[in-house]
C-alpha cells in the first residue's frame, strides 16, 4: 500500500527523522512502514512556526532508488549536429537533450571548465584582476554554478519543472531538491553536478569545448551554417543554439554587426543589501536562535511614485547565510551578486534589491538603438567604477572595491562615516549611491527600502554595496514563437537567460530542452 498524506507539524517532527517517524507511526497507526517526503514547505507567518508536510507512506517494502526515470542518453545515432553557445544550464540542458533525441551536441565555451574558473575568481577576490572569459560569469556551468545555484522557479508552464531536477539529481544533487519549496544545490556543490553533466555528455558522443570565443555567425541565404572561433576555426553544423548568457554583450554587439534583429527590453538596477544572518531569522522566525529551521529568507516588494513616475522596487536572488561577490566581467565596471554554500551558513545574509528599468529610462541613450538599455546597465556599472578609482587614487582601473552605503546615510544622501564589516573580499569604501544612480532610479530605490522597513523593522540598518545590475537581460534577441528560430535566421536557436527568454538556471534549462525539440521537430528527419 502506498498513500500520499499531509500534515503541519512543528521544525523539531520535520527536520528530525527519527522524531517524523514516530510522528507518522503514532497518526497512521502502522507498526513498520517507509516513508518518503515529497514536498516541504515554512510556514512562519505566525509566532509558532509551522511546517508543512507532504509525506508517502508504503507498507510494501523501501522506496526504489533512483525515484525518477532513467534518461535514454545515446541510445540513437546520431543524425544531426548541433552547435551550442555556452556552457550554462541552458547550453548544458540543450545538450543532454540532444543525446536523447539522436542529435549530437558540441557545445563552444568562451570560458574554463569548472575547475580552473577558480584561479580566476580568486584573481578578482584577491587582486581585482577581471579575466574577460573566465570569472563569476562565464566559464562552464555558467554564471549560477559560482553564485548560488538556487532552483526556485515560476515558469512552470513553460516545460517540466521535475525533469530538470531529476537530472540534476541523477548528476549529484541532492535529492532534497525534489521536495523543498525553494530548492537550492549550493556554490561548493554545483561544480561536481556540472563535472558530471559534462562527463554524461562525453561518454555517449557529445564535444564539449572551452577557451573557444564565438567571434562570427556564418549565415547564408538566411540561414546558418556555423560560427568561426576567436582562433580562425570554422565550425559547421545543422543548427546552432546561442545559449550565452546575458552578460555576454559582444554576442549582442556581434548581432547587431550582422544585421540581426535585437530589442531592448526591461530590466531592473539597484544594489546588494547586507544584514547579519541573525537579523533575517529574527524577523523571519521571532527569534535569533532557529534551532532546525534553516537560514531564513525574505521576499519583499513595494510599488513607489517619484517624480510620477510609478515603480516597482523589489528584493531579488536572496542570499541566507551568504557572501557577496564581484561579478564584473570587465575591468572597467563593478558589479556585486549574491551567493550561499550549500549549508548556508554564513554570518551574513544578503539580497539584491533593484528598481524596475523601463524604456523611458533609456531614452539618453537612444542613439544605440535596440542596445540603449544595455547602454544604460552599463553606464552606472562604469560610473560606480570610474568614482571608487577617483576616491582611492587607483591610476590603473584595476579594483573591483565596491561602493558602499549604510541605507540610513543614503535616506540623508550622506557618505558614511564608518561602514560596517562585510562578506564582499575586494572590499568597500564609501560613496554617495544618489551619485551613482540616476536620479529617478535612486529615489524609487528610497521609497522602496523605507517601505521594506516598515515591513521588517529595522531594515534600514543594513548596508548597501553595488552595483546590482545582472538580474536579467536588457536586450531581447526575437525568435518565432513556434519554431524558436531567431526571426531573421533559420535553424538559429537564441536561448536562455541572454536571449531574454528565461531568468533563472531551470527556466534556463527549460529553454535548452525546448529549443532543441523545436530543432528535433522541423528539421532531425530532414
Given at each position: 500500500?502506498?498513500?500520499?498524506?499531509?500534515?503541519?507539524?512543528?521544525?523539531?517532527?520535520?527536520?528530525?527523522?527519527?522524531?517524523?517517524?514516530?510522528?507518522?507511526?503514532?497518526?497512521?497507526?502502522?507498526?513498520?512502514?517507509?516513508?518518503?517526503?515529497?514536498?516541504?514547505?515554512?510556514?512562519?507567518?505566525?509566532?509558532?512556526?509551522?511546517?508543512?508536510?507532504?509525506?508517502?507512506?508504503?507498507?510494501?517494502?523501501?522506496?526504489?532508488?533512483?525515484?525518477?526515470?532513467?534518461?535514454?542518453?545515446?541510445?540513437?545515432?546520431?543524425?544531426?549536429?548541433?552547435?551550442?553557445?555556452?556552457?550554462?544550464?541552458?547550453?548544458?540542458?540543450?545538450?543532454?537533450?540532444?543525446?536523447?533525441?539522436?542529435?549530437?551536441?558540441?557545445?563552444?565555451?568562451?570560458?574554463?571548465?569548472?575547475?580552473?574558473?577558480?584561479?580566476?575568481?580568486?584573481?578578482?577576490?584577491?587582486?581585482?584582476?577581471?579575466?574577460?572569459?573566465?570569472?563569476?560569469?562565464?566559464?562552464?556551468?555558467?554564471?549560477?554554478?559560482?553564485?548560488?545555484?538556487?532552483?526556485?522557479?515560476?515558469?512552470?508552464?513553460?516545460?517540466?519543472?521535475?525533469?530538470?531536477?531529476?537530472?540534476?539529481?541523477?548528476?549529484?544533487?541532492?535529492?532534497?531538491?525534489?521536495?523543498?519549496?525553494?530548492?537550492?544545490?549550493?556554490?561548493?556543490?554545483?561544480?561536481?553536478?556540472?563535472?558530471?553533466?559534462?562527463?554524461?555528455?562525453?561518454?555517449?558522443?557529445?564535444?564539449?569545448?572551452?577557451?573557444?570565443?564565438?567571434?562570427?555567425?556564418?549565415?547564408?541565404?538566411?540561414?546558418?551554417?556555423?560560427?568561426?572561433?576567436?582562433?580562425?576555426?570554422?565550425?559547421?553544423?545543422?543548427?546552432?543554439?546561442?545559449?550565452?548568457?546575458?552578460?555576454?554583450?559582444?554576442?549582442?554587439?556581434?548581432?547587431?554587426?550582422?544585421?540581426?534583429?535585437?530589442?531592448?527590453?526591461?530590466f531592473a538596477l539597484g544594489v546588494r543589501i547586507e544584514h547579519e544572518q541573525r537579523f533575517v531569522d529574527t524577523c523571519q522566525y521571532h527569534s535569533p536562535e532557529r534551532g532546525?529551521?534553516?537560514?531564513?529568507?525574505?521576499?519583499?516588494?513595494?510599488?513607489?511614485?517619484?517624480?510620477?513616475?510609478?515603480?516597482?522596487?523589489?528584493?531579488?536572488?536572496?542570499?541566507?547565510?551568504?557572501?557577496?561577490?564581484?561579478?564584473?566581467?570587465?575591468?572597467?565596471?563593478?558589479?556585486?551578486?549574491?551567493?550561499?554554500?550549500?549549508?548556508?551558513?554564513?554570518?551574513?545574509?544578503?539580497?539584491?534589491?533593484?528598481?524596475?528599468?523601463?524604456?523611458?529610462?533609456?531614452?539618453?541613450?537612444?542613439?544605440?538603438?535596440?542596445?540603449?538599455?544595455?547602454?544604460?546597465?552599463?553606464?552606472?556599472?562604469?560610473?560606480?567604477?570610474?568614482?571608487?578609482?577617483?576616491?582611492?587614487?587607483?591610476?590603473?582601473?584595476?579594483?573591483?572595491?565596491?561602493?558602499?552605503?549604510?541605507?540610513?546615510?543614503?535616506?540623508?544622501?550622506?557618505?558614511?562615516?564608518?561602514?560596517?564589516?562585510?562578506?564582499?573580499?575586494?572590499?568597500?569604501?564609501?560613496?554617495?549611491?544618489?551619485?551613482?544612480?540616476?536620479?529617478?532610479?535612486?529615489?524609487?530605490?528610497?521609497?522602496?527600502?523605507?517601505?521594506?522597513?516598515?515591513?521588517?523593522?529595522?531594515?534600514?540598518?543594513?548596508?548597501?554595496?553595488?552595483?546590482?545590475?545582472?538580474?536579467?537581460?536588457?536586450?531581447?534577441?526575437?525568435?518565432?514563437?513556434?519554431?524558436?528560430?531567431?526571426?531573421?535566421?533559420?535553424?538559429?536557436?537564441?536561448?536562455?537567460?541572454?536571449?531574454?527568454?528565461?531568468?533563472?538556471?531551470?527556466?534556463?534549462?527549460?529553454?535548452?530542452?525546448?529549443?532543441?525539440?523545436?530543432?528535433?521537430?522541423?528539421?532531425?528527419?530532414?
Amino acid at each position: 500500500m502506498n498513500k500520499i498524506l499531509r500534515y503541519v507539524v512543528s521544525p523539531e517532527v520535520a527536520f528530525d527523522e527519527a522524531m517524523l517517524e514516530d510522528f507518522l507511526r503514532k497518526k497512521t497507526g502502522l507498526s513498520h512502514f517507509h516513508f518518503r517526503k515529497h514536498r516541504q514547505s515554512i510556514d512562519a507567518r505566525g509566532r509558532n512556526i509551522r511546517v508543512n508536510l507532504e509525506v508517502e507512506i508504503s507498507t510494501d517494502g523501501p522506496f526504489p532508488l533512483p525515484d525518477f526515470p532513467e534518461y535514454a542518453y545515446g541510445r540513437k545515432p546520431f543524425r544531426k549536429t548541433l552547435l551550442i553557445i555556452g556552457a550554462g544550464p541552458a547550453g548544458l540542458f540543450a545538450a543532454l537533450r540532444c543525446l536523447e533525441l539522436g542529435i549530437k551536441p558540441v557545445i563552444l565555451e568562451r570560458g574554463k571548465d569548472v575547475r580552473s574558473r577558480r584561479r580566476d575568481l580568486a584573481a578578482i577576490n584577491k587582486d581585482h584582476v577581471v579575466n574577460p572569459d573566465s570569472n563569476y560569469c562565464f566559464g562552464e556551468g555558467g554564471a549560477g554554478t559560482y553564485s548560488d545555484g538556487k532552483l526556485y522557479t515560476r515558469s512552470k508552464k513553460r516545460g517540466d519543472i521535475r525533469r530538470i531536477l531529476e537530472i540534476l539529481v541523477k548528476h549529484g544533487a541532492t535529492d532534497r531538491i525534489l521536495i523543498e519549496a525553494h530548492p537550492h544545490i549550493g556554490t561548493n556543490k554545483l561544480p561536481v553536478v556540472i563535472e558530471n553533466i559534462r562527463n554524461t555528455l562525453l561518454d555517449h558522443g557529445g564535444e564539449v569545448h572551452f577557451d573557444q570565443k564565438v567571434t562570427d555567425l556564418l549565415i547564408n541565404n538566411g540561414t546558418i551554417q556555423g560560427v568561426k572561433t576567436q582562433d580562425g576555426r570554422e565550425w559547421m553544423a545543422d543548427g546552432v543554439i546561442l545559449a550565452t548568457g546575458h552578460s555576454a554583450r559582444d554576442i549582442f554587439d556581434l548581432l547587431s554587426r550582422k544585421n540581426l534583429a535585437l530589442e531592448n527590453k526591461p530590466f531592473a538596477l539597484g544594489v546588494r543589501i547586507e544584514h547579519e544572518q541573525r537579523f533575517v531569522d529574527t524577523c523571519q522566525y521571532h527569534s535569533p536562535e532557529r534551532g532546525l529551521l534553516p537560514a531564513a529568507a525574505y521576499s519583499l516588494v513595494a510599488q513607489t511614485n517619484f517624480g510620477g513616475i510609478q515603480r516597482g522596487v523589489f528584493s531579488f536572488c536572496m542570499c541566507p547565510g551568504g557572501f557577496i561577490v564581484p561579478a564584473s566581467t570587465a575591468q572597467n565596471e563593478l558589479v556585486v551578486n549574491g551567493m550561499s554554500p550549500s549549508r548556508r551558513d554564513s554570518f551574513f545574509a544578503n539580497s539584491g534589491v533593484v528598481v524596475a528599468i523601463n524604456p523611458p529610462d533609456w531614452q539618453a541613450f537612444e542613439s544605440y538603438g535596440n542596445t540603449a538599455a544595455l547602454e544604460l546597465q552599463k553606464s552606472v556599472e562604469q560610473k560606480a567604477h570610474r568614482l571608487v578609482c577617483e576616491k582611492l587614487g587607483v591610476k590603473d582601473g584595476i579594483s573591483q572595491v565596491a561602493p558602499a552605503q549604510r541605507i540610513r546615510d543614503f535616506y540623508k544622501g550622506k557618505l558614511s562615516p564608518d561602514l560596517a564589516e562585510t562578506s564582499y573580499q575586494p572590499g568597500l569604501t564609501a560613496l554617495n549611491f544618489h551619485e551613482i544612480l540616476p536620479e529617478g532610479i535612486a529615489g524609487a530605490l528610497q521609497q522602496g527600502l523605507k517601505e521594506f522597513n516598515r515591513k521588517m523593522r529595522n531594515y534600514d540598518a543594513g548596508q548597501m554595496i553595488g552595483i546590482e545590475s545582472r538580474t536579467s537581460s536588457p536586450v531581447r534577441i526575437p525568435r518565432h514563437e513556434e519554431t524558436l528560430e531567431h526571426i531573421d535566421t533559420k535553424r538559429f536557436y537564441p536561448c536562455g537567460e541572454g536571449a531574454g527568454f528565461a531568468g533563472g538556471i531551470v527556466s534556463a534549462a527549460v529553454d535548452g530542452e525546448r529549443c532543441v525539440n523545436a530543432f528535433a521537430e522541423k528539421y532531425l528527419d530532414k
